[in-house]
């Protein structure tokens, strides 16, 4: 994405709010002498506490974005000219095990991200209001759509439907979420007023939830709808979709309806008038850029002059507009979604594309909160838009400080695959008779294993020319070792992707043992170490059924299935990491053959630390022409933070790492690679997400 400079005159106005805007706070404003209603959708005006509003919002995910960042990235939205800010709600986060929750004070490496409450109190602090979203589904090419592993563990379930075990754990989490923010709505009848929230989502883009024109599971709606007045949420009530595709089909009880959409701006905004010709419209979801998957040549981006064209589309139809993004982020640690390929049930090669780590989305701001050219149109577009503009207090926008290339990470010491595997506890280890999925296993106090990797493992004689097959598709990226070396080629490009073996996109592949099978006559561990890549977050209801590991069919060797397997759930924890002690001296020399490592090194940043405390953002470079190509496929560990994936197929070639994450001194970074690696790793100032191209 091209990054412009902010001319210096926009900068010079803006560091006086009066010259951009006037001195009365939006609170002030629209609590006047009293608050006596909420938010209402009546004609072709929303109206707050009885006043005119132009909902003027933009996506910020907090679970995606380093707390330390909060406040900043919140005074950016402001200065743009946002008035609100619109949040989802990742369930899979607040409850990582059935009944255990995590609002902030948990133990995982998101916890610091999870306290949505403050979240919230910080978006009133800062003059905004807000839209709640809050699930139990949010699709946000996040993992699952925000939807626990867990839940996979029972058979059957039905998702986003009214089957009774999947709502009585919808039920749960929004009572949990609800409970810690119905005190911050703007107006109730009976209790607290003067918070940010005044609109609440049910469930999301449900009208594509299913197949053709059939009906939607509308009781399903309807008891969400329940579910969030009796947890006490008053406010105005909302649904999201694309009205030319699925028109009012995921609406209920004429509940205002909003509209989701980026091309065919006219067309839609066109037919959510007609389908709601006596309310305002508001646009939920302008999408501004897009979202980019593995394996794909490029990065997607919507230019400058099209995101103005869409914009004045939408202003000129007199509408509000949520920015969905308005500021990306990251999807850390294993958290990003994936995608279906096709519609409507049919699906196209390979169908399942997982996300890749960056969450950038071409948005107005960067990953790392840079100001873009689309920032620039937005703050002008919104001044000339807004009655209120001129009356409200704008604050000048905040400087960001640029990223820094930090000095080179050499990497002395690793533990190898074997040697990896070893060190997993015995409590981790279930033998199961067939190939059993990570969701099945009874670890973590019946919940299964939700993330990583799982090894099925079987000692047995291995002759060459065997044959070894996988019925069905592995789910999703599969490593054949035997005795610890890896004897199957890796998957590194689109042409690997759609036929090598080991690839999700190869069903009931085959491969014929040929190496490395020395004294196996008597027996040899035959290890298949399978990576979940992270599930699907949209799709048709069936694609909801997405187990990890094998379990499509049996293994075979020679056409015989083999049974009896020890599972080995690899869920590369942090804390699990921080327990190793079997570290090697490391060479690359040595190392030059595929197969799964760990490698350790150390990140020296010298002093002094900026005043507020933040060292600057960096981006690990795994495209650069020393060393960083051998960088095939992996995950990258911080001080004990996992920052996401990283893959030599694009099109990102680039690792955001917060200054946050990083402390003067010493600073650990742990990778595991699941091919080949380098003995050095580069970083960079300037983020690279492959060739920009439009999405269309």
């Known amino acids: 994405m091209e990054l412009k400079l902010i001319p210096f005159w926009i900068l010079l106005l803006s560091s006086s709010s009066g010259i951009l805007g006037g001195d009365v706070s939006l ?11 909420g938010l209402t959708a009546n004609g072709d005006e929303f109206k707050l506490n009885g006043k005119d ?10 679970f995606r974005v380093h707390p330390s960042f909060w406040k900043t990235r919140l005074q950016q939205f402001k200065a743009a000219g946002l008035n609100t800010v619109d949040v989802y709600v990742p369930w899979n986060l607040h409850e990582p095990q059935r009944g255990e929750f ?28 807000a839209l709640l979203r809050p699930g139990p589904y949010i ?27 999947y709502q009585e754990r919808a039920e749960i989490i929004l009572h949990e979420v609800i ?12 209790g607290s007023k003067g918070g940010p929230l005044i609109m609440t989502q049910i469930e999301n883009e449900y009208g594509n939830y299913g197949y053709g024109d059939h009906p939607r599971d509308k009781e399903h709606l309807k008891f969400l709808k329940s579910v969030l007045r009796q947890e006490g949420i008053e406010t105005l009530l909302f649904t999201s979709d694309t009205p030319t595709l699925t028109g009012d089909w995921g609406n209920i009880d004429y509940e205002l309806m909003t509209a989701n959409f980026k091309w065919k701006s006219e067309q839609e905004l066109q037919r959510i008038k007609e389908l709601r010709p006596n309310a ?160 099945k296993l009874e670890i973590n106090n019946g919940n299964g294993q939700s993330y990583g990797y799982i090894v099925y493992r079987k000692t047995l004689p291995l002759l060459p020319g065997m ?30 992707l759609l036929r090598n073996f080991g690839s999700w996109a190869v069903r009931d592949a085959e491969f014929e043992l040929l190496s490395h099978l020395e004294g196996c006559e008597a027996g040899c561990t035959l290890d298949l170490m399978v990576e979940n890549l992270g599930r699907a977050n949209f799709g048709s209801p069936h694609n909801f059924d997405q187990k990890k590991g094998l379990w499509e069919g049996d293994v075979l060797l020679d056409d015989q299935p083999l049974d ?23 060479s690359l020399e040595d190392n030059l053959h595929y197969g799964p490592r760990l490698l350790k090194g150390s990140l020296t940043v010298e002093g002094p630390v900026p005043e507020n405390g933040l060292l600057p953002d960096t981006f690990f470079d795994y495209d650069c022409d020393e060393g960083c190509m051998d960088w095939k496929h992996g995950a990258v560990f911080v001080n004990g933070f996992n920052i996401g994936r990283y893959h030599q197929a694009g099109p990102q070639k680039s690792l955001y790492i917060p200054g946050p994450l990083l402390h003067e001194g010493e600073n650990e970074i742990i990778v595991f690679e699941n091919y080949l690696g380098s003995d050095v790793m580069k970083f960079t100032n300037i983020p690279n997400y492959g060739r920009p191209v439009k999405h269309v």
């Open 467 to 496: 044959v070894l097959k996988i019925r069905g598709h592995p789910r999703d990226l599969v490593q054949v070792m035997v005795n610890g070396v890896e004897v199957n080629p890796p998957v590194l490009s689109v042409g690997d």
């Open 179 to 190: 409970s810690r923010v119905k005190h911050l709505q703007f107006y109730t009848e009976s």
């Open 280 to 439: 305002p419209i508001l646009v939920s979801e302008f999408w501004p850029g897009w979202f980019d998957h593995w394996f794909e040549p490029n990065h997607n981006i919507l230019s400058e002059e099209d995101f103005r064209v869409i914009l004045g589309n939408i202003f000129n139809v007199n509408a509000s507009v949520n920015f969905y993004m308005f500021h990306g982020g990251t999807n850390f640690a294993f958290m990003n979604g994936a995608n279906i390929l096709g519609y409507s049930g049919a699906e196209l090669s390979p169908s399942y594309v997982p996300d890749v780590t960056s969450y950038d989305y071409d948005a107005p701001l960067t990953e790392s909160g840079q100001y873009t050219a689309k920032y620039n149109a937005t703050a002008e577009m919104i001044a000339a838009y807004d009655p209120l503009y001129d009356l409200l207090s704008h604050p000048p926008m905040p400087a960001i400080a640029p990223a820094s290339t930090y000095s080179d990470v050499s990497f002395t010491e690793f533990i190898p695959y074997w040697d990896i595997i070893e060190k997993i506890p015995e409590q981790f280890r279930e033998v199961l008779a067939k190939p059993t999925p990570m969701e």
């Open 27 to 37: 609170y002030e404003y629209f609590q006047g002498d009293g608050i006596t209603e």
């Open 102 to 129: 995590d609002f902030g004070d948990g133990s995982s490496q998101f916890s610091p991200f999870l306290n949505i409450t403050l979240f919230l109190e910080m978006i009133r602090d800062e003059d905004m209001l």
């Open 564 to 586: 009896d397997w020890e599972h080995i759930a690899v869920e590369m924890k942090p804390e699990w990491l921080a327990t190793l002690d079997n570290w090697q001296p490391y």
């Open 139 to 165: 699709c946000g090419e996040w993992e699952f759509g925000g939807i626990p592993g867990w839940m996979l563990h029972d058979h059957p379930m039905f998702f986003r439907s009214s089957f009774g075990p």
């Open 53 to 62: 509003l132009k909902i003027l919002s933009g996506s910020f995910h907090y």
